[in-house]
């Protein structure tokens, strides 16, 4: 039997010899289903081997932001500055070997960030702390990339192995959903034009999945890797932003390949506390952030304390950050504001808040 390793080599070969044309798209689709399958064993075995202890880190805060990079590209140099945290800093690689959160306050809101083990080539299969880290990172909300200014191309390889773990750096979720149902078939609707689809890709890439019998509404017109994706079902979403350490090293020729390569990339020095203010506030845009209102049943709106949450909460989050039981008790909840259609409007846990909405929310008693 061949190794994971050795399948996943032999499907990428047979996609790379395979000319795309119509008459053999579906056969391609079935192809990179499969090698997403693969992919995704590989990952699967390596978070349930090893030493099995992932790290434990309590989310806190009104975001979760970690610092990724090759190890000793100054992580916890990075950290000790922004926050409060006191994380070993060392000349050596992996001086860090687990989380360490910090706190960073920062205009109202609190960002927790944490610091991780170094990655490296062939994270995603398990090397190094690969797996605890990609753990770690499924559960942020955004990434910081962090280069040394004299490895750019790191970035690359960072990102290829968060890919290669199921993780989506700056892609929203698909715009697709599928409903698994006991016959029938496959029925396919659209809302939009499939460019990259037709019915015997999306068909072969469920067989794939072994769905057989399924509704399936599009309402974006998605590549074959992202309906990979919606199908497999497990991806985890982060932003990501780029920051080049150690300037304070660089010559002019340097920092100028930098910012070729990565031209929105805030460049720094930890050591030297350089630039870190700029670094903040990028953070902070970057993030986000909207406030809602909260008022309570039969009450005036709490207009001074709003609550600071990521853009893109929905109101069953609101209500996971109230109180443990708010959502199990949850009735509807009634929205003034811009995302509501009409003031007072009522809504469900799904509805998506806006910057400045007022929210009440209805429990049972
Ligand atoms: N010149 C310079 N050195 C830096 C800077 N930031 C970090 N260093 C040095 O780089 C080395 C590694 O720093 P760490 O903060 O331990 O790096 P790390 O990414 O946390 O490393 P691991 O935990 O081993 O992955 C240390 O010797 C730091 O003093 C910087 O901005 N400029
Ligand atoms: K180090
Ligand atoms: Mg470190």
Redesign the pocket.
Known sequence: MATLQEQIREVEEEIKKTTYNKATSFHIGRLKAKLAKLHDEVEKKSSSGGTGEGYSVKKSGDATVT?V????????????KLTDAN???????????TVVPGVMEYKGAIIQIL?V??LVKGAASGRGRGKEVIAVIRSSDLVIF?LDVFQPTHYQVLMEELYEAGIRVDQTPPDVVIKKVDRGGIRINSTVELDYLDEDTIKSIMDEYKIHNATVLFRENVTVDQFIDVVAGNRSYVSSMIVV?????ANADSLADNKKRHPDAVF?????S?NLDMLRDVLYDRLGFIRVYMKPQGEAADLEEPMIVLKGTDVGQICDRLHKDFRRKFRFAYVWGKSAKHPGQRVGLEHKLMDGDILSVVIQK
């Open positions: 610092l990079g090759f190890p000793s590209v100054g992580k916890s140099t990075l950290l000790n994380s070993e800093v060392g000349a050596y690689a992996f001086t860090t070997l610091d083990p170094g962090l350490n150690k300037v304070d090293l720094i020095s930890a050591h030297n350089q």
